[in-house]
């Protein structure tokens, strides 16, 4: 298994610039999440979707979107970047919203 | 506010050498603690996860307490090793709807 994966790992924007990170998962997980991390503080939540059709709002979803046609994908999508989109982004899977995360490497992102 | 306190911020030790890691939280009603491991450019990496009735649980030369009562945990590492030089974050679930509240972590170096 590869678990979960997230394209690319480096990433420069423009500001106004739009781009998707990619995360993809093999482990047959329903839940699926999208954190950002910023120096200082810790994780925090932008979407996150329960299964494929079904996606919700975390604690800091605006300028971002999200779909899940399938339950192995699950693209972040940035509409128009900013500077203070600057941030490491991790996607992670679980089998439940009680159960054990699993994290992917990562998207380092910087926006100028 | 954040519902979950993490403590020390950071530390330096001593390789060979024994170091407790504090969390504190707020977060009810309380459905499971974790305790992720997360190395410099890398996703976190679960350590252990104990729920209401678990009063410790061991991985390795990681060991975690929780007394539920206090709302308080510990993370032990015993015999510290270079390669646990990391972010060590505390993340607590349940408030209602099983959403994480994830520490900012504590920083450990661990020098030769």
């Known amino acids: 298994n590869a678990g979960v994966t997230q394209t690319p790992k480096f990433q420069v924007l423009k500001t106004g610039q739009s781009m998707t990170l990619q995360c993809a998962q093999d482990m047959n997980h329903e839940y699926m999440s999208w954190y950002r991390q910023d120096p200082g503080m810790g994780l925090r939540l932008i979407h996150y979707s329960v299964g494929a059709g079904i996606t919700d709002q975390g604690e800091v979803p605006n300028g971002y979107n999200v779909s899940r046609s399938t339950t192995e994908d699950f693209p972040l999508r940035l509409l128009s970047a900013a500077p203070s989109q600057t941030s490491v982004y991790f996607c992670?899977?679980?089998?439940?919203?009680?159960?054990?995360?699993?994290f992917g490497p990562g998207t380092r992102l910087t926006v100028t | 506010k954040n519902q979950v306190e993490q403590s020390p911020q950071s530390l330096i030790i001593l390789e060979g050498k024994n170091c407790t890691l504090q969390c504190n939280y707020t977060v009810s009603p309380f459905s499971n603690l974790r305790w992720y491991k997360q190395d410099t450019g890398r996703g976190p990496v679960s350590l252990t996860i104990?729920?209401?009735?678990?009063n410790t649980k061991s991985n390795g030369r990681y060991t975690a307490t929780l007394d539920a009562d206090t709302k308080q945990s510990s993370l032990h590492i015993t015999a510290s090793q270079l390669s646990d030089s990391a972010s060590y974050i505390c993340?607590?679930?349940?408030?209602?709807?099983?959403?994480?509240?994830f520490g900012k972590g504590n920083q450990v170096v661990v020098i030769p």
């Open positions: 992670a899977s679980s089998y439940s919203n009680s159960g054990e995360q699993y």
């Open positions: 993340v607590v679930s349940g408030g209602g709807n099983n959403r994480l509240a």
């Open positions: 104990m729920t209401f009735s678990e």
